[in-house]
């Protein structure tokens, strides 16, 4: 790990004051996404990648105590989520397990009970890829060293992705989170020296292309403050039905988060994101579209999988996901359906 | 036929040479403390909290002042304040092993992965591997040396020993700081949530039925 200095910030403008004036040797203030400056909040992430030495800032600014660590009901029903919440607080919050338990089933199907502890919001946000070659600095990633090539492609690809992917990057996103929050229509707001936004969630995840580096939205000296999510739809049945290898404690081969409200033997709202499969948390509207106004049937649910997996490009060792994130889309909605 | 495999005979000789045997932790510990005394030699004074002000968690606020060298923390572990002029990059893991001498906590993968580091931090389990020491001031450290002693063992350890919960060990003690964690989480009674709540600890000898056994006993008990 190379040497880097550590700051403590105790309110968020002090926070994004540090990110703005660098002291020492480090260069000029610059953004989440390029090698200077890190946000520190619960470091699963961050720390292991220093390690390895994919990520070396020179400044880290430690936001973990910041005063951002409420769950609380917004007007209007919804509910907002401080970014340093810790993703075990957040799966536990009473407001989350009643009204958004596809969240709540998200988080705890995510990581071990330790790293649930640490990990935040705002950080399970900006979670970075597991694909292998990302985090070997010994192999040419597109994300990791831009222009120096991809070497999944074509490589050892089982566990990336079929869905958004581009000729420079097939890096799956890791969260369940994240997931979930896109089928719940989240929004991220963040604060900056230039003011603060609102990002919807789907628009702060970016596609690779040509850029693969850069992943979401977030801008220089950007800080997440916190996430809402919109009052749930009356009468609602959510799931997250998580795929992988293991029982537990691995990331997912194919995820599936759905939010569904039948009546009068209808589908009238759903709300379908994907885990394991996308270059981001992929929300599928053409799964969406194919099951609205139908019947909630099994020849409903496949004609939503099918539709969903339409532009699917397999990789030469990934080309089984297709089905599986099929039949992942099924069985959750066939859960969903059931918990009545 | 002399086709056995050799193996090295330290049973008859190892009482004559105990006094002179380098063990490989007295040969760390002398390693160490010389880091120790090199690292001394780059303090930097501490100048804390350009504020003053109290976080909203009563920790200190502020600024750890990292020039170029080593950062001066204060870390409460097992109730008892250490002053500690450590590397920015010193894990907490590293931090009670090779600053504190509490090498009950073990180095397993060092990314997370593995749970043999797992400590308390404010009363719950974390990888402490993952996790900068500097970055605990003001919070309350609690590592396998703080839950129990021989003689006065915690009942997890004691339902360990009597489960046999392991083998070689090694994993031991991060098995009973989340297992000791465990107690106060929301999980129900049923084997599947022990294990589930357990997959972030990896041992390698597959002792899992009786550490499940071992924490059952205590949470029947507790």
């Known amino acids: ?340 | 036929m002399n086709d056995k495999p050799q193996r090295p005979d330290t049973t008859d000789d190892e009482p004559a040479t105990l006094f002179e045997r380098v063990t490989r932790r007295s040969f760390l510990t002398r390693v160490g403390a010389a880091g120790v005394a090199v690292g001394t030699g780059q303090l930097h004074s501490l100048a804390l909290a350009d504020s003053g002000d109290a976080s909203q968690n009563g920790a200190p606020s502020g600024v750890v002042p990292t020039d170029s060298g080593n950062v001066h923390v204060q870390l409460n572990v097992n109730g008892t304040l250490h002053e500690l002029d450590i590397d920015p990059r010193t894990t907490l893991l590293d931090c009670v092993r090779e600053h504190l001498r509490l090498t009950g906590t073990k180095k397993g993968c060092d990314h997370g992965q593995c749970g043999a580091c797992t400590v308390h931090v404010d009363g719950r389990r974390v990888n402490s591997c993952l996790s900068l020491a500097a970055t605990h001031e003001g919070e309350m450290i609690t590592t396998i040396e703080g839950i129990g002693r021989p003689g006065n063992l915690h009942p997890m350890q004691a339902a360990f020993v009597e489960h046999d919960g392991f083998q070689c060990g090694y994993c031991t003690s991060g098995q009973i700081m989340s297992a000791v964690a465990l107690l106060t989480e929301p999980y129900s009674h049923s084997d599947e949530d022990v294990k589930e709540a357990m997959s972030g600890n990896i041992c390698r000898c597959g002792a899992y039925s009786n550490i499940v056994s071992a924490i059952q006993q205590v949470r029947r008990k507790s």
Not at chain 1, 40 to 45: I, R
Not at chain 1, 186 to 200: F, M
Not at chain 1, 210 to 225: D, Q
Not at chain 1, 266 to 284: C, E, F, N, Q, T
């Open chain 1, 1 to 340: 790990m190379e040497h880097f200095q550590l700051k403590r910030a105790a309110d968020v403008k002090q926070a994004l004051d540090m990110a703005m004036a660098p002291t020492g040797t480090a260069g000029p203030a610059n953004t989440q996404s390029t090698q200077s400056i890190r946000f520190l909040a619960g470091g699963t992430t961050l720390l292991d990648l220093m390690k390895l030495d994919v990520e070396r800032p020179t400044q880290v600014i430690d936001i973990h105590r910041l005063p951002l660590d409420k769950v609380e009901t917004l007007d209007g029903g919804g509910v907002t989520i401080g970014a340093t919440v810790r993703n075990a607080d957040l799966a536990n919050h009473p407001l989350i397990k009643a009204h958004y338990p596809v969240l709540s089933q998200a988080l705890l199907s995510g990581a071990s009970a330790q790293l649930r502890n640490m990990a935040t919001t705002g950080g399970n946000l900006l979670q970075r890829t597991r694909c292998v070659y990302f985090r070997d600095t010994a192999t040419p990633c597109n994300k990791r060293e831009p222009g120096s090539g991809c070497s999944a492609i074509g490589g050892f690809n089982r566990n990336l992705a079929i869905l958004g992917t581009s000729d420079h990057c097939i890096a799956t996103n890791p969260s369940d989170m994240s997931v979930a929050m896109t089928a719940l229509e989240a929004t991220v707001h963040t604060e900056s020296p230039e003011g603060k936004r609102s990002i919807a969630i789907d628009d702060f995840f970016l596609l690779p292309g040509t850029t693969p580096e850069r992943e979401t939205s977030l801008n220089a000296g950007e800080l997440i403050t916190h996430v809402t999510l919109p009052a749930p739809m009356p009468g609602n049945r959510s799931v997250y039905l998580k795929l992988r290898d293991r029982a537990s404690y691995e990331f997912a081969l194919a995820s599936a988060a759905v939010v569904v409200t039948v009546s009068s033997g209808r589908i009238d709202h759903v709300r379908i994101a994907l885990g394991g499969v996308g270059v981001k948390p992929w929300r599928s509207h053409e799964a969406e579209a194919a099951l609205l106004g139908r019947a909630p049937d099994a020849p409903a649910f496949r004609a939503a999988a099918e539709a969903a997996l339409q532009s699917a490009r397999p990789q030469s060792q990934n080309g089984f996901k297709i089905e599986l994130a099929k039949r992942c889309i099924q069985h959750a909605l066939t859960l969903a359906i059931q918990t009545a």
